[in-house]
């Protein structure tokens, strides 16, 4: 089925271990956002790519990193994983241009629930 | 002060009643956004405007530009409408692409 698929649902890390989350979309969509969404805080911008090789920092970017090798694939690395950084993160894809396009709309991933212990 | 403010922050409903979530906003757009998450669940995308007004089955949202505001209505409201609906806009120029949220709205409908 055509959508965005994130790996892993849920993960578990300890204090200082690094780990990737997948984000995946079969969608052609040019443009690719990575959100964490913490009680209180509502949903924030970590990092976003407006196409194959860009990347761009959001909000929150610090202790993240992403890549952007193929238009499909936009994996987030937490490079040292911190117990703030325990949160629920979703990925989102959406057509970049023609803002005003009728279908210019967002997909977002089931999302990825993260402890840091 | 938030670029989205949402109200209420929450809302209990009895079925079959008409609901209003308000979202007012503070930057220029080129785009606003309704979203809608279940507990526990993913995000979905409601609509998407960027100005008038768009329907989609019980569903209805509005957007005023001049006034920097947008409603959601849901008409005959159902158990299953119970939500968090989530109000975010693509700010004007270069930034759009990128979404700003509100902090939603949790929406419990009793049957």
């Known amino acids: 089925n055509a959508g965005v698929t994130q790996t892993p649902k849920f993960q578990v890390l300890k204090t200082g271990q690094s780990m990737t989350l997948q984000c995946a979309q079969d969608m052609n969509h040019e443009y690719m956002s990575w959100y964490r969404q913490d009680p209180g805080m509502g949903l924030r911008l970590i990092h976003y790519s407006v196409g194959a090789g860009i990347t761009d920092q959001g909000e929150v970017p610090n202790g993240y990193n992403v890549s952007r090798s193929t238009t499909e694939d936009f994996p987030l690395r937490l490079l040292s994983a911190a117990p703030s950084q325990t949160s629920v993160y979703f990925c989102a894809s959406s057509y970049f241009a023609q803002p005003y396009r009728d279908n210019y709309g967002y997909t977002f991933g089931s999302g990825t629930r993260l402890t840091v212990v | 002060k938030n670029e989205v403010e949402q109200s209420p922050q929450n809302l209990t409903a009895q079925e079959g009643e008409f609901i209003t979530i308000n979202c007012s906003y503070s930057v220029g757009i080129s785009a606003l956004h309704w979203l809608q998450q279940h507990p526990g669940g993913g995000i979905v995308s409601l609509f998407m405007?960027?100005?008038g007004k768009k329907k989609h089955g019980r569903l209805i949202a509005t957007i005023n530009i001049q006034e920097k505001h947008s409603s959601l209505h849901i008409t005959a409201s159902h158990p299953r409408d119970s939500a968090v609906y989530i109000c975010?806009?693509?700010?004007?120029?270069?930034?759009?692409?990128?979404?700003?949220f509100g902090q939603g709205t949790i929406l419990t409908v009793h049957p």
């Open positions: 405007l960027s100005s």
């Open positions: 975010a806009v693509n700010a004007g120029g270069t930034s759009y692409g990128k979404l700003t």
